[in-house]
Every structure is written in structure tokens, then in C-alpha cells.
């Protein structure tokens, strides 16, 4: 009986270490399942946030690409316009009565009246009309060009002025562009 007590003791004492180690166990189990949670959840965030700032940086980027692309075609049509007015100005020019034509070119050479030794280069158009105003300002003029279509060339001595109409505004394509489009395109 007394072995029965004993050994009863050993099995309560037993079950009581057991149901211990059991509940360490559980214990331990759980704080290790929320440790883990805790964890997936935070990786979860952070795949998030950086899921997150991909597509931002995406949407941005293809924002800023739409922006420049949309810039770029302005512009591009901007630089269609002023090569479109600049082309009529080159046709009006052209199209220039040779009343008009004559005074432009005699603007140009009467400043030039005063000087010595001044001959003066000119293209076929009303070269005749132009060679007897050069003439009596004193000018030589020398033969008709076909290097150019419409203006003159002055020679002072050494000195050359170069009014070639279409010369002129290759020289001047860039100022021309601005005021073009400062005029067409003011905002």
C-alpha cells in the first residue's frame, strides 16, 4: 500500500511535470507563432512600402515622359509654324514690285554715297533701274551675279557688305526664330 501511494506520488508528481512542460511548451509554441506573425507582417509592409515607392517612382517617371514627350511635340509644331512664316517672308521677298524692290536696295547703297572707291554688286532683278542710282551717287557697278537672287553687295575699299536678302536671313535665322515666336506664341 504504501508502494501504491509512492508510485500514485511519482505519477501525480509526473503528470504535474508533464502538464509543465506541456504549458512551456504551449507557452513557448505561441510566443514563437506571434513572433513569426509580428514578422510576416512586417515583411509584408515593407514589400508594401517598397512595392509602393516602385510604382510611384514609375508613375512618375512615366508622367515626366509624357510631359516631354508632350513638350517635344509642341515644339516641334512651334518649329514647323516659324520655318512655314519664315518661308512666306522668303516668298514675299521674292514677290517684292520692283518699285519696292529698287527703294529697299536703294536705302541700302545711299548710305554709302559719301564713301570713295564704292562699287556695288547686283543679281539680275531691275538691274538696269538700280546700276543708274548707283551711278549717280558715284558708285561703280560691276557686272550682273547670279550668285544671289534679290539685294546687294557693297565693296568700301576692303570693306564688304553683304545684303543678299536670303544670306541675311541665314545669318539672322535665330533672331528671326525668336521674334517669331515671341510674336506667334506670347503665354
Same mark, same amino acid.
Given at each position: 500500500?504504501?508502494?501504491?501511494?509512492?508510485?500514485?506520488?511519482?505519477?501525480?508528481?509526473?503528470?504535474?511535470?508533464?502538464?509543465?512542460?506541456?504549458?512551456?511548451? /504551449? +507557452?513557448?509554441?505561441?510566443?514563437?507563432?506571434?513572433?513569426?506573425?509580428?514578422?510576416?507582417?512586417?515583411?509584408?509592409?515593407?514589400?508594401? /512600402?517598397?512595392? +509602393?515607392?516602385?510604382?510611384?517612382?514609375?508613375?512618375?517617371?512615366? *508622367?515626366?515622359?509624357?510631359?516631354?514627350?508632350?513638350?517635344?511635340? &509642341?515644339?516641334?509644331?512651334?518649329?514647323?509654324?516659324?520655318?512655314?512664316?519664315?518661308? @512666306?517672308?522668303?516668298?514675299?521677298?521674292?514677290? *517684292?514690285?520692283?518699285?519696292?524692290?529698287? @527703294?529697299?536696295?536703294?536705302?541700302?547703297? @545711299?548710305?554709302?554715297?559719301?564713301?570713295?572707291?564704292?562699287? &556695288?554688286? *547686283?543679281?539680275?532683278?531691275c538691274y538696269e533701274e538700280i546700276k543708274k542710282i548707283a551711278t549717280g551717287y558715284h558708285m561703280?557697278?560691276?557686272?550682273?551675279?547670279?550668285?544671289?537672287?534679290?539685294?546687294? &553687295?557693297?565693296?568700301?575699299?576692303?570693306?564688304?557688305?553683304?545684303?543678299?536678302? /536670303?544670306?541675311?536671313?541665314?545669318?539672322?535665322?535665330?533672331?528671326? /526664330?525668336?521674334?517669331?515666336?515671341?510674336? *506667334?506664341?506670347?503665354?
Amino acid at each position: 500500500m504504501e508502494e501504491e501511494v509512492i508510485l500514485n506520488k511519482i505519477i501525480e508528481d509526473a503528470e504535474k511535470e508533464a502538464n509543465l512542460i506541456i504549458a512551456e511548451a /504551449e +507557452k513557448q509554441a505561441k510566443e514563437i507563432e506571434e513572433e513569426n506573425r509580428n514578422r510576416a507582417i512586417k515583411q509584408s509592409q515593407e514589400q508594401f /512600402e517598397v512595392i +509602393k515607392a516602385q510604382i510611384q517612382r514609375d508613375a512618375i517617371a512615366e *508622367l515626366e515622359k509624357a510631359e516631354f514627350e508632350s513638350r517635344s511635340s &509642341i515644339l516641334a509644331e512651334k518649329q514647323k509654324i516659324i520655318e512655314i512664316v519664315k518661308e @512666306k517672308v522668303k516668298q514675299k521677298i521674292k514677290d *517684292l514690285s520692283e518699285d519696292e524692290y529698287v @527703294k529697299i536696295i536703294d536705302e541700302k547703297i @545711299k548710305q554709302y554715297k559719301e564713301e570713295k572707291q564704292v562699287s &556695288i554688286l *547686283l543679281p539680275e532683278k531691275c538691274y538696269e533701274e538700280i546700276k543708274k542710282i548707283a551711278t549717280g551717287y558715284h558708285m561703280n557697278v560691276l557686272e550682273k551675279t547670279d550668285e544671289f537672287e534679290a539685294g546687294v &553687295i557693297v565693296k568700301c575699299g576692303d570693306i564688304e557688305y553683304n545684303y543678299d536678302f /536670303e544670306e541675311n536671313m541665314r545669318f539672322m535665322n535665330e533672331e528671326i /526664330e525668336k521674334k517669331i515666336d515671341t510674336i *506667334l506664341f506670347k503665354v
